[in-house]
């Protein structure tokens, strides 16, 4: 099984700033990785997908980087409403597909 | 829009049994993979169990295998995942997601890319 590790575990930044996020798998996921925002009371939301695809309607403030084992998702000119718990996940080697333990991104 | 809707879930003892359904809507449910995943209170995601299109090809967790089924009625646009012998630590929101991606060379690579708004499911004495 590959495990996920992701920092830090809380983030503070203030807004209009920049996030990174990292996430570090325990072998190579290749480029099979995604990464999902989720708001207090809501399902996750995919963000990115393949190390650094936008998925459909997601702002350009939000990238992806990263390769093998070492990975960055990166917030541009932060908002309020991207306070959230963000979680990346391989999809590599499964069963089964395993996720982070996720960052939450405060906004001061 | 693309839609995932569950329900089933509820406050069952340990020992018991519950099925959950995902009923979708907005988009070609029999021609997508489709997964359950579930969030313990507080905790982070865990992926649960994965169904082919066609209703073959099911994998599970190792917590789960024997004890959970999935399953899915592309007519009635549902999926759905019958757990038997609930134990405590299986107490968590339990949701559906499509799952998409690619295949190459006979494996395929799967992400999540609509979810639903999640059941929760409580096993509690």
């Known amino acids: 099984e590959i495990v996920l590790t992701q920092s830090p575990a809380t983030l503070s930044v203030s807004a209009g700033d920049r996030a990174t996020l990292s996430c570090r798998a325990s072998?190579?996921?290749?480029?099979?990785l995604a990464w999902y925002q989720q708001q207090p009371g809501q399902p996750p939301r995919l963000l990115i997908f393949?190390?650094?695809t936008r998925a459909t309607g997601i702002p350009a403030r939000f990238s992806g980087s990263g390769s093998g084992t070492e990975f960055t998702l990166t917030i541009s000119s932060l908002q309020s409403e991207d306070s959230a718990v963000y979680y990346c996940?391989?999809?590599?080697?499964?069963?089964?597909?395993?996720f982070g333990q996720g960052t939450k991104l405060e906004i001061k | 829009e693309e839609q995932l809707l569950e329900s089933g879930g509820g406050v069952v003892q340990p020992g018991g049994s519950l099925r959950l359904s995902c009923a979708a809507s907005g988009f070609s449910f029999g021609s997508y993979v489709m997964s359950w995943v579930r969030q313990a209170p507080g905790k982070g995601l865990e992926w649960v169990s994965i169904i082919g299109a066609s209703g073959d090809t099911p994998y599970y967790t190792d917590s789960v295998r024997g004890r959970f089924t999935i399953s899915r009625d592309n007519s009635k646009n549902t999926l759905y995942l019958q757990m038997n012998s609930l134990r405590a630590d299986d107490t968590a929101v339990y949701y559906c997601?499509?799952?998409?991606?690619?295949?190459?060379?006979?494996?395929?690579?799967?992400?999540?890319?609509?979810w639903g708004r999640g059941t929760l499911v409580s096993v509690s004495s």
């Open positions: 997601a499509r799952s998409v991606g690619y295949c190459n060379a006979g494996t395929c690579y799967r992400y999540f890319d609509v």
């Open positions: 393949a190390v650094s």
């Open positions: 072998q190579s996921v290749s480029s099979n």
């Open positions: 996940q391989q999809y590599k080697n499964w069963p089964p597909y395993t």
